[in-house]
Structure formats: structure tokens, C-alpha cells
């Protein structure tokens, strides 16, 4: 059986980002990134920093981690990362999940694919922006979004950009442009990922998220979109595990 490099597994919490914000559910962490975002708020992932916290676990593995710890409480997994889509075999994971009635999200930036893509209840495709480092390899995401397109799963997709800059908000017109048909979503950037004061951070990331919204709502590119902070930074923090 295959086995999956995972960081953590927590929950029930609720998922304070994007297209299920709000949404309660359990979190699978894997390790392993093909990206190294300056601002990346979960390194730990794929800067070696917690190595030796990777566990390999196959899909019935983690399905028990998730009942230990969530036991009755949850019908909904979100996977993220690192990149998850780096895992070929993950539809093991993906299949026995919707078999014990949960929903799955996932989250990635759309570098890779997987044919799995196909069976995601609520899937996330964040590419990122200028302020992170990394550039789009344009042809990939078309392929990825033309596919999901084609096999009707529109209504499960979505995108969504962090923005940090005005820079990074151009690029975020640029995508919603080329992808029209897909939710899209502009999400608050943190970079005060040192900040161990909550509520210091909370003023911050408000303030940040005013900012964001007045430039949206200045923007005749950007009317069919939603403006979302990250909830869980602003009732949590910086923490992990939440
Ligand atoms: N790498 C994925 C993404 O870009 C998952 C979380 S990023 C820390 O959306």
C-alpha cells in the first residue's frame, strides 16, 4: 500500500480560508513543495525544519488518525500542504474519505496535476503572486483548469490569490481575466509571521484587509470576486495545529 508524507493531522476545526471558509473540518498536512513562497506560512513543510516529524502513513493510517483524534465530529477533510498535488496515489486517501461520507477539499497552487483533481469536493487553486518569488507556468494551469472545465467540475474549484502589494493585485486581475469562469477569491497576505502577539496581529491583518477591500472595490476588473481574510490567523495567530 502507499504511504503518504504527512505533518499533521488536526481538527475538528474550521477552515478559515477560501471557497468553505467557515466550514468545520479536519486538516491532513503533507510534506514535500515544489514551491518556496517567500511569505509561506507553513515552511515547516519543505524547509527541512520539522524533518523528523514526517510520519508515512498509508491511507487507512491517517483515515485512523483522523477518527482518534476527530472522532464523531467531522464529515469533511481538508488536505493541504506543502503541495499535495505532488502525490500521485492520493485518490487512496481521497476514495476511502468520501466512502466513510466525508467531503474532501484540497488545497494547491496549480503547478501539477492529478486526475484526482477530478473527484475533490471543494478544490482550491491558489497560484501565487509577485511577492512570493515564484513564477505561474501559465501552460500548466491552463491545461489544469481546462480539464476540470471539461470534466464539469466548475462548481467544486475555485481560485484564489494572496495579495500582499499593488503588484500582486495586478496579478490577481490577470488570472480572474483569464479564468473567468472559476469563484475567485483575494485573500489577505500575512507577513508578520513572526508576530507572537494574537491581538497585534489581528489589528495588523484587519487593517490589511480594509486596505484590500478599498482596492476592490476601486477596480472594475475585479467585480465578480470575494475579499476574505485569513479567519483562523485572526482568532489564532500565527500557531500551528488550528
Ligand atoms: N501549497 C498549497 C497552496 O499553495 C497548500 C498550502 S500553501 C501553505 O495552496
Known amino acids: 500500500m502507499n504511504k503518504f508524507p504527512v505533518l499533521e493531522i ?22 514535500g513543495c515544489d514551491y518556496s513562497c517567500s511569505w509561506c506560512d507553513s515552511a515547516f513543510t519543505w524547509d527541512g525544519s ?11 493510517e491517517i ?8 472522532g464523531d465530529y ?20 481521497i476514495d476511502s474519505l468520501h466512502e466513510k461520507g466525508c467531503e474532501v477539499a484540497l488545497e494547491t ?4 496535476w492529478q486526475a484526482w483533481f477530478l473527484t475533490i469536493d471543494d478544490l482550491t487553486i491558489s497560484p501565487k503572486p509577485p511577492s512570493s518569488k515564484m513564477s505561474t507556468n501559465w501552460d500548466v494551469l491552463d491545461r489544469i483548469i481546462a480539464k476540470l472545465e471539461e470534466a464539469g467540475r466548475t462548481t467544486h474549484t475555485s481560485l484564489k490569490v494572496v ?3 499593488d503588484e500582486d493585485l495586478e496579478y490577481a486581475k490577470q488570472v480572474h481575466k483569464r479564468y473567468p469562469n472559476l469563484a475567485f477569491y483575494v485573500q489577505v497576505g500575512n507577513e508578520a509571521l513572526d508576530e507572537s502577539d494574537d491581538q497585534n496581529l489581528a ?7 480594509e486596505w484590500l477591500i478599498d482596492r476592490v472595490m476601486h477596480s472594475s476588473d475585479l467585480n465578480h470576486v470575494r475579499v476574505l481574510p485569513q479567519v483562523h490567523a485572526l482568532l489564532w495567530g500565527n500557531r500551528r495545529g488550528v
Request: no cysteine; net charge positive; aromatic share 6%.
Open 203 to 209: 489589528l495588523h491583518l484587519l487593517d490589511q484587509y
Open 163 to 165: 495579495i500582499f502589494n
Open 50 to 60: 520539522a524533518k523528523d516529524e514526517i510520519q508515512k502513513l498509508t491511507a487507512p
Open 10 to 31: 488536526f481538527g475538528p476545526t474550521i477552515q478559515g480560508e477560501g471557497m468553505v471558509v467557515g466550514r468545520k473540518t479536519m486538516f491532513v498536512r503533507t510534506a
Open 109 to 112: 497552487q496549480g503547478s501539477k
Open 63 to 70: 483515515i485512523n488518525a483522523l477518527d482518534q483524534r476527530g
Open 74 to 93: 467531522f464529515d469533511h477533510v481538508t488536505i493541504s500542504g506543502g503541495n499535495p498535488a505532488l502525490l500521485k496515489n492520493l485518490n487512496e486517501l
